[in-house]
């Protein structure tokens, strides 16, 4: 009887280890490289709650998300930069937003981030959008042809400094008849 019980005590010891080494040692997803990227990227802002890397997870399984505007940058075959569009609703018309845009740290001031810009505006244009709005830095995202939305007569559906919503156009005139509040995907959580 002693000898049985010894045996099922190693059986499910053996099993709780192996369990707890599948779990402790899973494999790590394109996903989860890119939210690490996102969490890393936001830890030292100061305009930030920190929870990016959550709202990326939620979005990329959102109606929002295209597959095709959520671009990485890699060095060395590992993942330094992110950026994701995803769609939104201005009266009947579909844009898009820019949210996050993320560059590790140490990979910061060196392209990476404007290269994600430019190759998701590329790619938007070539999709068919009109424009894309951004809540974010005034100063950097002006250096894209971003300006205030509110000259579109497009309005975040929350309180912010004007020069902080921005918009931009993806071919000339693209935005002049799109008027109205942003309706954010509900996985941002402010509509």
């Known amino acids: ?36 990227v996102v ?9 930030s709650d920190h ?3 959550k709202l990326v997870r939620e979005l990329l399984k959102s109606d929002a998300f295209v597959k095709d505007l959520s671009l990485t940058a890699k060095f060395k075959g590992m993942i330094v930069g992110y950026i994701l569009f995803t ?17 590790l740290p140490r990979f ?13 505006h590329k790619i938007a244009k ?14 950097y995202y002006k250096k894209f042809g971003y300006e205030p939305a509110s000259k579109w007569g497009i309005k975040c559906p ?5 020069e902080n919503f921005m918009a931009i156009e993806l071919y000339p005139g693209a935005l002049s008849n799109v008027k109205g509040t942003v309706e954010y ?6 509509n």
């Open 158 to 162: 929350i309180e912010v400094p004007d």
């Open 185 to 190: 995907p509900k996985e941002f959580g402010i």
């Open 87 to 103: 769609k939104v609703k201005v009266g009947n018309d579909t844009l898009l937003t820019l949210a996050p845009l993320a560059v």
């Open 51 to 53: 929870n990016e890397h």
């Open 1 to 36: 009887m002693n000898v049985i019980l010894g045996i099922a005590f190693f059986i499910l010891g053996s099993l709780a280890v192996y369990i707890f080494q599948r779990k402790k040692y899973k494999k790590m997803t394109e996903e989860d490289f890119v939210c690490e």
């Open 108 to 120: 910061q001031k060196k392209g990476i981030g404007k290269s994600l810009v430019e190759k998701g």
């Open 39 to 47: 969490q890393k990227a936001f830890i030292r802002e100061k305009f």
């Open 126 to 139: 070539e999709l068919g959008y009109k424009g894309i709005v951004v809540l974010g830095h005034a100063d």
